[in-house]
């Protein structure tokens, strides 16, 4: 039967910095984005293109510069609890039979989605009941009005702990004003009769710690030497087509694309020193509230998929260990363009109505 080790160690691979080599023919040295212009012509657009990045040349911090009224070692302290609370669900269910219900054609959700939510949602109404939620399952609960948001996906990559896949994790973020405060992820590493935990968490300002320890993206500064992580959502319409040309580009030009299908998971890996990047469209705040601030408390730099400022209500997301950031959006950046120009919609979504932001 599966352990729950929530205080265990479990090794971590820290990465090492590598020496710098020459740009592969696909990443040229005379690129713009080399030379810091981050302007390149994209095939698809058909001219020049210009992220939103090219005219700031800079990627705005996410995480939250205050924490009000509360400090943040006392908000991390009860977002771990929380996390740790519904990993201990998960645990207990992992090695049952699973009762799975469908949202859509073959988007599922588990008793396990639910439970672990409630005994999440307990710990932070005890502690905060005046805070408001954003949950997975149990959409917008609390008052309006407050400058905290939780933000909770109680079991991330549904489809694959159904399966008994290694690849998911329980993860809960807090927002003041709209900008990341602290966040935790437990991700359950092993398989099917030995299951563990790895917790990963972060308070802005403060770094990014794996079971304790600190942690940092790695030093890799060329595409070809790199790993990369991306993720498709459920319908299979033009964004989704345009990352499956995306994943083609980049298994090409680097040492693979993996995808793992749980996008909290796919961020603290990038935090971690052991892939380089990771990039989707479409994730919901729950996906990424946690994973954004864990990767840029280890050094790593986020954006939306155009290169632009990004927030947790954005319709994209580009996480990386900054050194890649540039190269990745020459690829990227067109493409997302080009989607803009069909008309696909990348305002914000999910945000409460009348939740109060800096961004």
Not at 117 to 137: Q, S, Y
Not at 195 to 219: C, P, Q, Y
Request: with cysteine.
């Amino acid at each position: 039967m599966g352990r729950c080790l929530l205080s265990s160690t479990v090794s971590t691979f820290l990465p090492c910095n590598l020496p710098k080599l020459a740009f592969p023919k696909s990443f040229s040295a005379n690129s713009a984005f080399s030379h810091h212009g981050f302007c390149s012509t994209g095939a698809k657009t058909g001219g020049a293109f210009c992220t939103k990045a090219a005219l700031s040349n800079v990627y705005s911090k996410i995480g939250a510069d205050s924490t009000g009224s509360i400090p943040s070692n006392e908000l991390l302290q009860v977002v771990e609890a929380a996390a740790k609370t519904g990993a201990q669900v998960v645990m207990d269910a992992v090695n049952k039979p699973r009762n799975v219900t469908y949202k859509g054609l073959t988007d599922l959700v588990t008793d396990t989605d639910k439970s672990s939510e409630v005994a999440i949602l307990e710990v932070v109404r005890k502690n905060f009941p005046d805070h408001l939620i954003l949950g997975e399952e149990g959409g917008i609960i609390g008052d309006s009005s407050s400058d905290y948001l939780w933000c909770i996906d109680p079991l991330d990559g549904t489809t694959n702990f159904a399966h008994g896949y290694p690849s998911f994790a329980v993860s809960v973020g807090v927002l003041f004003r709209g900008k990341p405060a602290a966040a935790t992820v437990v991700e359950f590493v092993g398989g099917p009769m030995c299951w563990n935990t790895r917790i990963f968490s972060a308070a802005a300002g403060k770094g990014a710690f794996a079971n304790g320890e600190k942690i940092h993206v790695s030093g890799t500064d060329k595409v070809e030497q790199s790993l990369l992580v991306t993720g498709f959502g459920y319908e299979h319409d033009d964004p989704w087509a345009t990352n499956m040309e995306l994943f083609k580009d980049f298994t090409d030009v680097s040492r693979g694309v993996r995808r793992l299908g749980a996008a909290a998971v796919d961020m603290c890996h990038v935090a971690l020193g052991i892939a380089e990047a990771y990039w989707e469209y479409r994730l919901k705040p729950w996906d990424m509230a946690a994973g954004v601030l864990i990767v840029e408390e280890a050094g790593g730099k986020v954006s939306c998929m155009d290169g632009g400022k990004f927030s947790v209500f954005d319709r994209s997301v580009l996480v990386s260990n900054g050194l890649l950031h540039a190269k990745l959006l020459e690829k990227i950046g067109p493409a997302t363009e080009n989607l803009k120009g069909k008309g696909i919609d990348f305002s914000v979504w999910f945000k409460p109505e009348n939740y109060h932001t800096e961004v």
